[in-house]
């Protein structure tokens, strides 16, 4: 442990413990965060001691490999308590996880759930879930912000080259405010 932090929590006017019980609702969840910061710290993978060393496309592959390795660590989890903690301290300790997966949860999957037919449901929505297919949702556009019945892109699927074709007709359709999901779904 960090020196400056054990003597911040010996110099305490209060029980750092109390206190962490009532935040996180009593001493088993306590100890379970306490168990999942310990598998982060100990994983070369989630660990990140090279934060700030790495360029930004070295940053957002080494994001999906995050990805990949929490959502191995939450399936063998058996207990599903256990498994929300441990996203959530994951979530805290690195924001790029937090963003990534919380697009594409709350917008990618979401989005096949209750935007998608069936077949599309179908097709899609086990695997979105289980993150064998990491998505996004960019939806704002420069002269209509998130206002659907405003958006002038279109997406048209070429069967002869088995693509999509985005077409994007004015300045104002222009992708704006999505960040690094554009360049990493």
């Known amino acids: 442990m960090n020196l400056d932090i054990k003597r911040a929590r010996e110099s305490a006017t209060f029980d750092p413990q109390s206190l962490a019980e009532l935040i996180y609702d009593g001493p ?12 982060i710290e100990r994983d070369p993978i989630l660990r990140d001691d090279r934060r700030y060393d790495r360029s930004l496309p070295e940053r957002r592959k080494r994001t999906f490999q995050v990805i990949k390795r929490a959502f191995d660590i939450i399936q063998g989890m058996k207990d599903p308590e256990m498994a929300d903690i441990f996203h959530n301290c994951l979530a805290l300790y690195d924001r790029s996880y937090e963003m990534r ?3 594409h949860d709350g917008l990618f999957v979401m989005g096949i759930h209750f935007q998608g037919s069936l077949e599309q449901n179908e097709l899609w929505l086990q695997d979105a879930k289980e ?32 693509c999509f074709v985005i077409q994007t007709p004015s300045i104002t359709a222009t992708k704006w405010w999505i960040g690094a999901s554009g360049e990493t779904a």
């Open 28 to 39: 088993d969840r306590v100890q379970k965060v306490k168990i999942a910061f310990s598998i």
């Open 101 to 103: 997966v919380g697009v």
């Open 131 to 162: 993150k064998k297919m990491i998505g996004c949702f960019a939806m704002t556009e420069l002269g209509h912000s998130s206002s659907l019945q405003g958006l002038e892109t279109t997406a048209t699927y070429d069967r002869e080259h088995d």
